[in-house]
């Protein structure tokens, strides 16, 4: 298999965000010692080979004499080249992948199990030897098909009108296992070798290719680690994923003329593949609009009931891929038009897959509905907000949803009053003491708010009855403001132990604390029915799972590291601030968001540097002050810190009013006395 209709092998392409390149082991050797494989001396990949250049020659017969001659016949099997028939459970990629010379091969990976190879015992036609074949496993034809020239054409129209059973011959190594020249005609859209292979030469139109280059990315990387597949992902990124068989081939690449011939010529039109994706499944994973019309419009129209391997019909799957365009094309040729008044239509949508309330009335998480809520891409919120699933949750607002979330925000609120004259009325001595009346309302209110817990629960445990603990912890896992609510009663019930058992105050004391912190946080459940509120408590769940995460997990590394750093540093000056691990821990806290005992640590820090450096290190920040005669308990002259701070203008002024006022008294004196002089 070379890199018809798929990328070059070369190319970079974004992974998870990354740029990767894409490169074939198994590819480079079919360009890496071509000499050692004889199957390359006919026709090999830089254009050349014996078939090739006698061809260009102009020389067809000498073409058919060498396809003839017994250079090409001993490396055929049966009477004559027609083939033998041989189970395909001796082709197992293990036994191939240890026998392989060509790769250096770890024994120990040889022992997996390998999930993309028929384990059956149904029979194959075999014409090309499978020891004397290419290095994937290839033979000629199938290189004629992979290059596609006119040279190429024509050599296999040889090689088929010689040898018709070459048509059943498959890739026998892991990496293209099961690809038959079918495959290849329809990827090059070449509808004449097509039908010469099926009609002429009878080859399989259920042949599959499942080859880990036909896997999902995702899977590809599972297969070379020797590990089981995962047949439930939903990751089907890959290099050719086109769903195994030749129509689905037809089907992916839009061949709409082949797609009918193969339907015409028994092709199955609900075959599942290896992960249980049929061909509506695959046209959803391409997106291919155009193409999901022809099919459902077909005489042959596929099964939309289908489950894969993950639960998902093709509507369902376009729901969870976030591909609105296709949820939409399936829904509008899934719908049935009850009336129409000009351009006006009044269509009928069926709620089989589509709401999650199921047949049975328990919630559905794998239908359209439910999904899309709980999606996060930029098509699953058009889904939501535009459209069939828009008008199906607004009439499930308007028939129960909104009255049982304002009967349930009533009672929450209730909770919540009961709860909080519960703590506000909290004496510090024995509460089964009651010294004073605030200790019976304290009681009153603990038992309403005990008995609101209780029928909160009881609520969730018929929930949990009616659909079970697995749709019911899903439910919680996406709604987390629901779930603290359902914490916080839970809280409430655990501190009954408490208040009786001796010595339990403490541990009453810490549940209570969880349980109000966990009612107050469930009250954003409620704020996110608000049209101006929900889309804010969405942004803060968002960055509290996301962002704000991802900082505190760094931030309580750091945390860790500097306690245990500044605790063997203080350990020795005797310092209270880091006397222990958990006080040096929350010192450390303080220290983060402000409060930073910086004094304190300034006067430990001085107990550990002699009497010179503090010496010295005074001369830094000092400055020189005149003599004091009465200090002489030193012979260094005094030292002194310069403060440059502004002066207090409003004093100044005050001692100068007080001044002059003085001096006009003064005046006033002395003029009265020179007037009674004089």
Same mark, same amino acid.
């Given at each position: 298999m070379g890199n018809a209709g798929v990328k070059p092998l070369n190319e970079t392409k974004s992974i998870n965000g990354s740029r990767v390149v894409l490169i074939d082991d198994d590819w480079k050797n079919q360009t890496k010692n071509c000499e050692s494989f004889e199957?390359?001396?006919?026709?090999?990949?830089?254009?050349?080979?014996?078939?090739?250049?006698?061809?260009?020659?102009?020389?067809?017969?000498?073409?058919?004499? !060498?396809?003839?001659?017994?250079? @090409?016949?001993?490396?055929?099997?049966?009477?004559?080249?027609?083939?033998?028939f041989t189970k395909l459970s001796q082709f197992t990629p293990t036994q191939l992948l240890c026998n392989d010379k060509? +790769?250096?091969?770890?024994?120990?990976?040889?022992?997996?199990?390998?999930?993309?190879?028929?384990?059956?015992?149904?029979?194959?036609?075999?014409?090309?030897?499978? #020891?004397?074949?290419?290095?994937?496993?290839?033979?000629?034809?199938?290189?004629?098909?992979l290059i596609n020239q006119d040279v190429h054409r024509a050599i296999a129209k040889c090689l088929l009108q010689a040898y018709p059973a070459m048509a059943h011959d498959i890739y026998i190594k892991p990496e293209y296992y099961g690809e038959s020249c079918v495959h290849i005609a329809i990827v090059n859209d070449d509808e004449e070798l097509l039908k010469i292979l099926i009609d002429e030469c009878h080859a399989s139109i259920h042949q599959r290719a499942r080859g880990s280059f036909f896997m999902p990315e995702s899977q590809r990387k599972r297969i070379k680690d020797s590990l089981p597949l995962e047949l439930d992902t939903l990751e089907y990124e890959g290099y050719a994923y086109y769903g195994e068989y030749p129509l689905a081939f037809a089907a992916c690449f839009e061949r709409k003329d082949m797609y009918d011939y193969l339907l015409d010529k028994g092709a199955q039109v609900n075959a599942q593949d290896t992960f249980g994706n049929t061909i509506l499944h695959l046209l959803i994973i391409h997106n291919k609009l155009d193409m999901i019309s022809y099919v459902m419009k077909h005489t042959s129209v596929? #099964?939309?009931?289908?489950?894969?391997?993950?639960?998902?019909?093709?509507l369902t799957l376009a729901t969870q891929l976030g591909y609105n365009d296709s949820f939409e094309k399936l829904l509008e040729l899934e719908s049935q038009i009850a009336w129409k008044y000009g351009d006006i239509q009044c269509c009928v949508y069926p709620l089989k897959h589509l709401d999650s309330i199921g047949p049975d009335g328990r919630t559905n998480l794998e239908s359209a509905l439910a999904l899309a809520v709980a999606g996060e891409s930029d098509g699953h919120l058009e889904m939501v907000n535009s459209g069939v699933i828009y008008r199906l949750l607004d009439e499930k607002w308007k028939a129960y949803a909104k009255k049982n979330f304002v009967a349930s925000f009533i009672a929450a609120c209730f909770y919540l009053a009961f709860m909080s004259t519960a703590i506000y009325t909290r004496s510090s001595y024995d509460?089964?003491?009651?010294?004073?009346?605030?200790?019976?309302?304290?009681?009153?209110?603990?038992?309403?708010?005990? @008995?609101?817990? !209780?029928?909160?629960?009881?609520?969730?445990?018929?929930? @949990?009855?009616? #659909?079970?603990?697995?749709?019911?912890?899903?439910?919680?896992y996406h709604v987390p403001t629901h779930a603290s609510f359902v914490l916080s009663c839970i809280c409430f019930l655990l501190c009954i132990p408490g208040r009786? !058992?001796?010595?339990? +105050?403490?541990?009453?004391?810490?549940?209570?604390?969880?349980?109000?912190?966990?009612?107050w946080i469930g009250l954003l459940f409620y704020c996110r029915g608000i049209s101006f509120l929900g889309p804010f408590v969405e942004m803060i769940s968002r960055m509290?799972?996301?962002?704000?995460?991802r900082f505190i997990i760094i931030y309580v590394i750091f945390i860790l590291a500097m306690t245990q750093a500044y605790f063997f540093m203080y350990k020795a000056c005797g310092s209270k601030v880091f006397d222990s691990e958990f006080g040096t821990m929350m010192?450390?806290?303080?220290?983060?968001?402000?409060?930073?005992?910086?004094?304190?640590?300034?006067?430990?820090?001085?107990?550990?540097?002699?009497p010179s450096q503090l010496l010295q290190y005074q001369k830094s920040y000092c400055c020189n002050m005149s003599s004091d005669d009465n200090d002489s308990e030193s012979s260094m002259p005094p030292r002194g810190l310069m403060v440059i701070k502004r002066?207090?203008?409003?004093?100044?002024?005050?001692?100068?009013?007080?001044?002059?006022r003085a001096a006009l008294e003064q005046r006033k004196i002395w003029n009265g006395l020179y007037n009674i002089r004089n």
């Open positions: 199957v390359y001396k006919y026709v090999d990949f830089k254009g050349g080979g014996s078939l090739v250049d006698s061809y260009i020659e102009g020389e067809n017969e000498k073409t058919q004499a !060498i396809i003839s001659q017994s250079q @090409i016949t001993k490396n055929l099997l049966g009477e004559q080249g027609c083939g033998i060509s +790769r250096d091969t770890d024994p120990e990976r040889c022992d997996g199990d390998y999930d993309t190879v028929d384990g059956d015992d149904e029979k194959l036609l075999v014409c090309w030897d499978t #020891n004397k074949r290419g290095a994937v496993g290839e033979t000629p034809l199938h290189i004629c098909f596929p #099964n939309r009931s289908i489950k894969n391997k993950a639960g998902l019909t093709p509460l089964l003491s009651p010294r004073q009346p605030s200790d019976y309302v304290r009681y009153v209110f603990e038992i309403l708010t005990l @008995i609101s817990a !209780i029928m909160y629960l009881g609520l969730q445990s018929k929930a @949990i009855h009616s #659909n079970g603990m697995s749709v019911y912890l899903r439910s919680l009786f !058992i001796p010595g339990g +105050r403490s541990y009453e004391d810490i549940v209570v604390v969880f349980g109000v912190l966990f009612a509290l799972s996301g962002d704000i995460a010192a450390l806290f303080k220290m983060t968001i402000g409060h930073f005992p910086w004094a304190e640590t300034v006067i430990v820090l001085e107990r550990s540097i002699s002066v207090d203008v409003k004093g100044i002024s005050a001692k100068w009013k007080s001044r002059s």
